[in-house]
């Protein structure tokens, strides 16, 4: 089975504009998550779709928003990018059950100037 | 409030030598994750424990989850440079709830 993949990889925007970062799950799960990992904060959690639907939301501000697609396909916005946004994205994939494991993609590295 | 302490944050030991990873909260989890993540790379799950007491072996990393499932830890014996990397506990308090992090142990073993 294919892993999860994530695209771009890297991505470079200035302040003020908009991002979009897409991630396809491993085929099967129907969970994917994002997560915003930064040197001083670690992995912190931004949502979770399954079916198309958002499970559950971190704290961050309305600026970070995501969607799901009918494949679990999942793609995740920033408006109006912060210095602060510069960070690693990553999706993870799952199958909904009694054991919560993940999957990782290998990220997309965001740079804000 | 960090709900899972890893400690130590950094540790830099020579090839051969062994090592514990520790992972503490005050909050009971239904499992716990163990990754391990290189620069630039997305965390690898390396084992998920969900039984309190629960004791696992991946070729030389064992991996215990505490009776009471509040904290967990990893031994490494005879730590390799290829281990090298951080490595991120990560609990669940349900299946329907995110995974929450700890901030990581940043191991470097050298040759």
């Known amino acids: 089975k294919a892993g999860v993949t994530q695209t771009p990889r890297y991505l470079i925007k200035t302040r003020g504009q908009q991002v979009t970062l897409s991630c396809s799950p491993i085929?099967?799960?129907?969970?994917v998550s994002w997560y915003q990992q930064t040197p001083g904060q670690g992995l912190q959690f931004l949502f979770e779709?399954?079916?198309?639907?958002?499970?559950n939301k971190g704290n961050f501000p309305g600026r970070f928003s995501g969607r799901q697609f009918s494949n679990s396909r999942s793609e995740m916005n920033v408006s109006t990018l912060e210095l602060g946004d510069s960070a690693l994205y990553l999706c993870?994939?799952?199958?909904?059950?009694?054991?919560?494991?993940?999957?990782f993609g290998p990220g997309t590295r965001l740079t804000v100037t | 409030t960090q709900l899972l302490e890893q400690s130590p944050q950094f540790l830099s030991i020579q090839e051969g030598e062994n090592l514990t990873v520790y992972c503490n909260s005050s909050?009971?989890?239904?499992?716990l994750q163990w990754y391990r993540q290189e620069p630039g790379e997305g965390p690898v799950l390396l084992v998920t424990?969900?039984?309190?007491?629960e004791v696992k072996k991946l070729k030389r990393l064992t991996f215990q989850f505490g009776d009471a499932r509040k904290d967990s830890s990893l031994h490494i014996t005879a730590a390799q440079p290829g281990d090298t990397g951080l490595y991120l506990c990560?609990?669940?308090?349900?299946?329907?709830?995110?995974?929450?992090f700890g901030k990581g142990t940043r191991l470097s073993v050298i040759a």
């Open positions: 993870a994939s799952r199958q909904v059950g009694l054991s919560y494991e993940q999957y």
């Open positions: 085929s099967g799960h129907r969970s």
């Open positions: 779709y399954f079916s198309e639907t958002q499970r």
């Open positions: 909050s009971v989890f239904s499992s």
């Open positions: 424990v969900v039984t309190g007491g």
């Open positions: 990560a609990g669940a308090r349900s299946g329907n709830t995110p995974l929450v």
